[in-house]
């Protein structure tokens, strides 16, 4: 199996705070794989790593075959990056984007890059400075597919995009992947379309990882219940086998990789009363704010 990205015990610290905690990743050739946490996880410093713009305080990470804080012209140009705050040409028009970055890449295709921008339906001469933010977005994205990196980093690809466009971004990343066999690494906070199209992730949780492997198997493990609280259910806390603990005015729901004969025992251990015992199905982003907490 070859990997495309390859990190162990990456740790960083920004002075006293700490903002990523031995994290490792595999990320193998094909597919789309998730970096997923809340906002300050660590996933952006994460990617800011792979990239070379930051040394980890410990750890080591190679990607595409080099170190991350060493990578060469030609395997940087094999490498589409989408990044927080990014800075493009807002003076130039989509024509002018499309053919200033084109001489920069041997496989430039700009049919792609025409494919998804007059999805937007508006002229090729506009500026991107007379777009709204989500067309701005929009481009950028077309801009970094037309490139047919053979590595795609998309770090909160879902910045200034309204709902419509990360639908449509979507869908078409989902077919770019499958007809061109581009390896993508995406970071995000709103789950709400990934369950489309994420195969394998790792969740991050204060740095930390809360999960790794693939989707399907977190769907397959990962459970919610719920029972009548009581003053013993309020001293249950979230632990290893916990992954979140919530009570409201009548009732505790806890989340984790747990059945139902394991929580029954464990209950019955604190004795914490739990005859009224159900689960609650879960879709995806119901089972990521399980894992990573609401607040």
Same mark, same amino acid.
Request: with cysteine.
């Given at each position: 199996?070859?990997?495309?990205?390859?990190?162990?015990?990456?740790?960083?610290?920004?002075?006293?705070?700490?903002?990523?905690?031995?994290?490792?990743?595999?990320?193998?050739?094909?597919?789309?794989?998730?970096?997923?946490?809340?906002?300050?996880?660590?996933?952006?410093?994460?990617?800011?790593?792979?990239?070379?713009?930051?040394?980890?305080?410990?750890?080591?990470?190679?990607?595409?075959?080099?170190?991350?804080?060493?990578? +060469?012209?030609?395997? %940087?140009?094999?490498?589409? $990056?989408?990044?927080?705050?990014?800075? &493009?040409?807002?003076? /130039?028009?989509? !024509?002018?984007?499309?053919?200033?970055?084109?001489?920069?890449?041997?496989?430039?295709?700009?049919?792609?890059?025409?494919?998804?921008?007059?999805?937007?339906?508006?002229?090729?001469?506009?500026?991107?400075?007379?777009? +709204?933010?989500?067309? %701005?977005?929009?481009?950028? $994205?077309?801009?970094?597919?037309?490139? &047919?990196?053979?590595? /795609?980093?998309? !770090?909160?690809?879902?910045?200034?995009?309204?709902?419509?466009?990360?639908?449509?971004?979507?869908?078409?990343?989902?077919?770019?992947?499958?007809?061109?066999?581009?390896?993508?690494?995406?970071?995000?906070?709103?789950?709400?379309?990934?369950?489309?199209?994420?195969?394998?992730?790792?969740?991050?949780?204060?740095?930390?990882?809360?999960?790794?492997?693939?989707?399907?198997?977190?769907?397959?493990?990962?459970?919610?219940?719920?029972?009548?609280?009581?003053?013993?259910?309020?001293?249950?806390?979230?632990?290893?086998?916990?992954?979140?603990?919530?009570?409201?005015?009548?009732?505790?729901?806890?989340?984790?990789?747990?059945?139902?004969?394991?929580?029954?025992?464990?209950?019955?251990?604190?004795?914490?009363?739990?005859?009224?015992?159900?689960?609650?199905?879960?879709?995806?982003?119901?089972?990521?704010?399980?894992?990573?907490?609401?607040?």
């Amino acid at each position: 199996m070859e990997l495309l990205i390859e990190c162990a015990g990456l740790c960083h610290s920004y002075g006293e705070k700490t903002v990523l905690k031995d994290l490792s990743l595999q990320v193998p050739a094909g597919g789309i794989f998730g970096l997923l946490g809340k906002n300050g996880a660590g996933k952006s410093t994460a990617i800011n790593i792979l990239m070379g713009f930051l040394r980890p305080t410990a750890g080591s990470c190679r990607v595409l075959g080099e170190d991350s804080h060493a990578l +060469s012209p030609s395997t %940087r140009q094999r490498i589409g $990056l989408l990044q927080e705050g990014f800075v &493009q040409y807002d003076f /130039m028009s989509i !024509d002018e984007l499309e053919r200033f970055y084109a001489p920069f890449y041997p496989k430039w295709d700009r049919a792609v890059f025409y494919d998804l921008v007059d999805r937007l339906r508006v002229p090729r001469s506009r500026t991107l400075s007379r777009m +709204s933010c989500g067309q %701005r977005s929009q481009v950028v $994205l077309g801009l970094i597919m037309a490139q &047919q990196p053979e590595l /795609m980093i998309l !770090d909160d690809y879902s910045m200034g995009l309204d709902v419509g466009y990360r639908r449509l971004f979507i869908d078409f990343l989902r077919e770019y992947v499958d007809q061109r066999g581009t390896t993508v690494l995406l970071t995000s906070h709103v789950v709400q379309e990934l369950d489309k199209i994420v195969d394998s992730m790792i969740v991050l949780r204060e740095g930390e990882v809360g999960y790794s492997g693939s989707k399907a198997a977190f769907m397959a493990e990962f459970s919610s219940f719920r029972f009548r609280r009581s003053e013993r259910s309020l001293a249950l806390q979230a632990d290893a086998l916990l992954s979140s603990v919530e009570h409201t005015h009548s009732s505790t729901r806890v989340y984790g990789f747990l059945d139902e004969a394991a929580l029954r025992d464990r209950l019955a251990k604190l004795e914490i009363p739990c005859e009224d015992l159900e689960g609650i199905p879960l879709d995806f982003e119901d089972a990521f704010i399980g894992m990573t907490g609401k607040y």
